[in-house]
């Protein structure tokens, strides 16, 4: 079972995101923030580590390449957790923006279908369970 923070600013793809996070089974707890910033917040807290982040490119506040930035100074080496790149654009050069950083394992365009959320989510449950 695994973690799993949404990053979204569009309350109609969290409510979704939730339920078709919770029909695969493996996810034991999805939680939210609606921008980069508040995503933050969660990881300094310190209690509550996720193991998949879905990420909005697109968000007020702070968008999902200002998280990356970040993330990527202060907690890459910290905790293990892989991020999953959501986005409405299917423009190669955001593709090729979010390749660079390691931790993204996937950019997917926005609706994500439900075989690819499950696959995502029992890819990362697997690793994470073998220690992979």
Known sequence: MINVLVVDDDATLIFLMKRLLQKTGRVSEVRVASDGKEALDILFGGAWAPDLIFLDINMP??????????????????????IVMLSSSTREMEKAQAAKHPEVIRYLSKPALYPTILEVVINTDTRKSTGL
């Open 61 to 82: 506040v702070m968008s999902g390449w200002d998280f990356l930035d970040e993330f990527g100074r202060s907690y890459a080496n910290k905790i293990e957790c892989e």
